[in-house]
Structure formats: structure tokens, C-alpha cells
């Protein structure tokens, strides 16, 4: 069991506890207390790169199981966000492996509205992402990937 040693040396220096051994105040700190007190260092919030152009980079995300179910049987959620103009477009799945299909009509739909090409899509390492269905998507339409790793996800659009 773990005591606090200051506390203890208080106690005893108050005469307020009989038959404790004398504690010195050589060193008050232990190794686990030195690890419980550390902190992380602070993300960055210097990006590192950002888009010029509209659709020269979209950040998404799946985020599920979300509980309560929506009343359509809804349970994730898919977005999309343009770096350059920070437009967001969310929509609801009932599984994630929906989540190809409506990138798919995501991408025709900007692409066929402002009359651009998505250059570059930056999303986690989920499973959704990385099938080989869209494997061969990315490769065919010419979209390149960024992939974030579970450090950077505070960077994320």
C-alpha cells in the first residue's frame, strides 16, 4: 500500500502518531509518485501541411456505434471535411461497411458540383478505409492517401 510520506512526517511532527518509525526528509518523492505527476508533452498546433485549393485535401472519419440508435436504425456516422474551406458534409450509416459507398457518392457529387478532382485523402487507419475495395478506388481515380496515426489524430480536419 502506498502512503503519503509528507503527510506522515506532518503527523508525526505534531505528535499525533505514537510508534511510527522516524521518517527523514532525505527524500519525500518515489519513483511512482514521479511517474503519476508527469504530463504528455503538448501536440503541435502548428500544421503541417493545409490545402490551397478546394478538394486538394478532405479529412474523414467513421465514428460507431453510437447508442441510441437513431430511429431510421442509424448507428455511425461518416464525415467528410475540405481543408480549404472547412465544409463539412456528415452521413449516417447503419454499418461501416457503408462507408465505401458513400465516400463514392460523396466524391461525385463535390467533384461534379464545383467541377474538381479530390487530390488527396487523409483519414485514420480504420478498416473502412483501408479495403481493398478502395484500394483499387484510390488507385484508379488518382487519389492519394495520408494516413494519421493514432498520435495525430488531435490534428485530424
Known amino acids: 500500500m502506498k502512503t503519503n510520506r509528507i503527510s506522515l512526517s506532518n503527523l508525526q511532527s505534531k505528535r499525533m502518531v505514537h510508534g511510527l518509525l522516524e521518517l527523514k526528509n532525505e527524500d519525500l518523492s518515489c519513483a511512482d509518485c514521479m511517474s503519476g505527476k508527469q504530463t504528455r508533452t503538448p ?18 472519419d467513421l465514428c460507431g456505434p453510437i447508442s441510441p440508435t437513431s430511429s ?6 461518416l464525415s467528410f471535411i475540405n481543408d480549404y474551406s472547412r465544409k463539412c458534409w456528415i452521413y449516417l450509416l447503419v454499418n461501416k461497411f457503408d462507408a465505401f459507398d458513400h465516400f463514392k457518392y460523396f466524391k461525385s457529387m463535390v467533384e461534379t458540383e464545383i467541377d474538381v478532382k479530390i487530390k488527396c485523402l487523409r483519414t485514420d487507419r480504420g478498416g473502412e478505409f483501408n479495403s481493398a475495395d478502395f484500394d483499387e478506388f484510390y488507385k484508379t481515380n488518382g487519389i492519394k492517401r495520408h494516413l494519421n496515426t493514432h498520435i495525430l489524430l488531435s490534428r485530424k480536419g
Do not use: N
Not at 51 to 57: F, I
Not at 72 to 77: A, C, W
Open 72 to 77: 431510421s436504425g442509424k448507428r455511425y456516422f
Open 43 to 60: 501536440i503541435s498546433k502548428e500544421v503541417t501541411w493545409r490545402s490551397s485549393k478546394p478538394l486538394e485535401l478532405i479529412h474523414s
